[in-house]
């Protein structure tokens, strides 16, 4: 394999004969034009009586010999001056990104805090770098994302397990363990393993929004949220929540499972995190080249400065965190993935009231513009 340095100096000796053969073509082109034409001019001198028609003899002049060996010495002495000024001019060319590849190497090793910080004057090298920069910052934010991620997954999977072993072990060890016992020990670890399986699916559900889009279909907002809706009624219903309901056509384009998981993820956060009595707005409209969603919902008072840490993975409420909701902390993490993974734009609010009013705006009618 060849090493970086062998294929910089590689690229360097292309240059340089790149350069030096425009170098050496220019010298041939002057002297062609130039030098050769002049060479053909003789000195005419009559003798004697003038004759119109004859010229008996020549005065001095340049020969053409003397010219052709003049130019090839010229020509000779020009290839090491030409080889010479291409090396220079390669080396100075690459001498930036010579430099940005050793940053970038030492990036690559693991220090994602360094950047290439490359000042005046602005050219397309400086443009290259600033991309990368850019580039470095958003590894830097994606893997840190994914220790917190992997951190938060392991301690909420382990809380499980670690409740089922335990319960498993006390009615082992209890002697006089009879058959209703051992029924409530299955039933508790039987939820137990419910729980787990849909923290599992949570999980999957986060990585495949994660993961962008791969199909894209025309779509309308409102029969998503009608869909989801339709199997919500009942939990909402007997929690005492008042459904609201303002859907206009709003079509757009994307996953059609990705934002299906959106809308219900919206819908269940809304009603998870609601008060008897509570109420849920739900709302799909067109603004200008935009469809838009707007979910907004009663509940606990929500500091604003807590609002946009909602959407990091496995984060809750202060007052959610030692209770045992049904929540697991990733519903909203899906929600600000998949709107992620649709170039779309997600705003969210705390209500005066308590509770919180999310609106996500999608491209509407066709197919986004991708990076």
């Known amino acids: ?30 002297l062609v034009m130039v030098v050769v034409p002049l060479a053909s001019i003789d000195a005419a001198v009559p003798k004697g009586r003038p004759s119109r028609s004859t010229l008996t003899e020549t005065g001095p002049g340049i020969g053409l010999p003397q010219v052709l060996t003049g130019s090839a010495v010229a020509l000779v002495i020009l290839i090491p001056v030409a080889l010479a000024l291409g090396w220079y001019v390669a080396g100075r060319f690459l001498h930036p990104l010579r430099a940005m590849t050793a940053t970038a190497n030492v990036i690559s090793a693991g220090d994602l805090h360094r950047r290439l910080d490359l000042g005046e004057p602005t050219d397309e090298l400086t443009e290259l770098g600033h991309t990368l920069d850019g580039l470095f910052a958003r590894l830097q934010a994606a893997f840190d994302a994914q220790r917190h991620f992997v951190a938060n997954a392991s301690h909420e999977l382990r809380t499980p397990l670690a409740g089922l072993r335990t319960l498993l072990e006390v009615a082992l060890a209890d002697p006089d363990a009879d058959t ?28 495949t929004s994660e993961r962008g889009v791969t199909r894209w279909d025309t779509l309308d ?100 965190r030692h209770g045992r909701g049904e929540g697991y902390g990733l519903g909203l993490a899906i929600v600000h993935a998949v709107t992620r993974a649709h170039h ?28």
């Open 221 to 320: 907002l409102a029969h998503v949220v009608e869909e989801v809706l339709a199997s919500r009624r009942d939990r909402a219903t007997r929690k005492g929540i008042g459904l609201a309901e303002h859907l206009s056509p709003a079509v757009t384009a994307g996953d059609a499972g990705l934002i299906e998981s959106l809308v219900t993820n919206l819908i269940d956060n809304a009603i998870r995190h609601n008060h008897e009595g509570g109420h849920l707005e739900v709302t799909t409209r067109t603004s200008g080249t935009q469809a838009v969603l707007t979910v907004a919902n009663t509940g606990p008072v929500i500091p604003g400065d807590q609002v946009e840490r909602l959407f990091q993975p496995f984060q809750k409420l202060a007052s959610d």
């Open 1 to 30: 394999m060849i090493s970086r340095k062998a294929a910089g100096r590689s690229l360097q000796k292309r240059l340089a004969l790149a350069y030096a053969a425009g170098i050496y073509a220019a010298g041939v082109l002057v």
């Open 344 to 371: 779309a734009t997600l705003t969210a609010g705390a209500r005066p009231g308590g509770g919180l009013s999310i609106t996500v705006r999608f491209a509407h009618g066709s197919l986004p513009n991708r990076p």
């Open 180 to 207: 209703g016992t051992l029924r409530s020990v299955c039933q508790e670890a039987l939820a137990l393993g419910a729980h787990q399986e849909r923290l599992v699916q949570a999980l999957l559900d986060l990585a």
